[in-house]
């Protein structure tokens, strides 16, 4: 009876002796950084490993500044904006992202560090999730500061079947200053021109949705997950701008019926944004050359990073700022210009 008892009390020592070794290895290596910064490995950051990335990118890197938003704020380089804006800059982007996905990182970021710019991309499709809604699934218990509910990074199957090797195959390459700008960057990876228009289409709506038809949606995504950070932190610059589209992705709302309902988030962002003395907002959505031009993007919506260079630039000196709405609502005038003609003409006319 004793022995199986002893068996029994061994066998138990053993397990738990063994996952116990398991979670430490992972603290000690961290794979993600949740803990430490990597120091004697090239850590896993890239967009299949974002959502568990970003959250020890926003612990663990030392800086004062951050680029937030979707995938096309992802070719933005931190050298650059530390050296136009002031500051030492990180990316903590979310591609395909919501507005709560950004709520996240900010949120992080603000615990963990004393924040004092945040160049915010707003994607007007970030805005219309439920407000709880994420881009795709989030590891919250690496956003939280419960540090036991990291068990399940501790002994998670891909932490421990995949990064965890992938850490030690790279032992010994170091990661450097440049990581800043390389996490996430796509840049050089596709073709630009007629190519982008892949995605578009340029037919007649059939059920256009009213231009009200997203705008309580917006309102409580800019409410809880913006408003909230830029009001909660009046020392904290806050750069807002939104992106420059193709002008074939204004058509392609148009095509699909969003259009009136997609531009009205425009004024309604402004009107919510405007008025705080810690927010500046830009506007690069009718930037003629910019957008007018196939050969700057990849597909309807997707830019190079020389158009994210440039814009950390026009931010640096103050260009393209939007003091007033009608300055908002003369463009919203050319954007919705521009899809019209399309869809009248039936396809890309620039």
Not at 129 to 140: E, F, H, L
Not at 190 to 204: E, K, Q, V
Not at 238 to 260: C, H, N, R, V
Request: hydrophobic share 40%.
């Amino acid at each position: 009876m004793m022995k199986r008892k002893t068996w029994a009390l061994l066998s138990l020592a053993l397990l738990l002796g063994t996952i116990g070794a398991i979670c430490l290895t992972v603290i000690v290596i961290d794979p993600f950084q949740v803990y430490h910064l990597a120091t004697r490995y090239m850590p896993p950051i890239d967009n299949t490993t974002q959502v568990y990335a970003n959250a020890g990118i926003a612990r663990s890197y030392d800086y004062d500044s951050a680029v937030v938003g979707t995938s096309v704020t992802e070719n933005f380089r931190p050298t650059q904006m530390d050296a136009l804006l002031g500051g030492r800059f990180i990316k903590l982007c979310t591609s395909a992202g919501t507005a709560y996905n950004h709520a996240l990182l900010m949120d992080l970021a603000f615990r963990t560090h004393d924040v004092k710019r945040i160049v915010y991309g707003l994607d007007v499709y970030s805005f219309i999730a439920k407000v709880d809604q994420t881009g795709s699934d989030v590891p919250m218990y690496l956003y939280d500061d419960n540090l036991f509910n990291d068990v399940s990074y501790w002994l998670n199957r891909s932490v421990l079947g995949s990064f965890l090797p992938r850490c030690l195959k790279a032992w010994g390459q170091k990661q450097d200053d440049s990581i800043r700008d390389r996490m996430y960057n796509w840049a050089g990876r596709d073709d630009y021109g007629p190519i982008a228009l892949y995605t578009a289409s340029f037919t007649p709506p059939e059920n256009p949705l009213p231009a009200d038809a997203r705008t309580q949606l917006a309102q409580e995504n800019l409410n809880a997950h913006l408003i909230a950070y830029i009001t909660a932190h009046p020392e904290t610059q806050f750069d807002i701008f939104f992106p420059p589209y193709s002008a074939a992705e204004w058509a392609t709302m148009q095509s699909k019926g969003t259009l009136e309902a997609m531009l009205a988030l425009r004024g309604l962002c402004f009107d919510a944004l405007s008025g705080y003395d810690n927010v500046t907002i830009y506007d690069f959505s009718a930037r003629e050359d910019w957008v007018l031009d196939l050969n700057n993007y990849k597909d309807t919506l997707h830019y190079g990073q020389w158009i994210n260079d440039a814009m950390a630039e026009c931010i640096a000196g103050g260009e393209y700022t939007v003091s007033s709405r009608e300055t908002l609502d003369a463009a919203t005038k050319k954007l919705r210009a521009w899809a019209n003609a399309q869809i009248e003409a039936g396809g890309w006319i620039f």
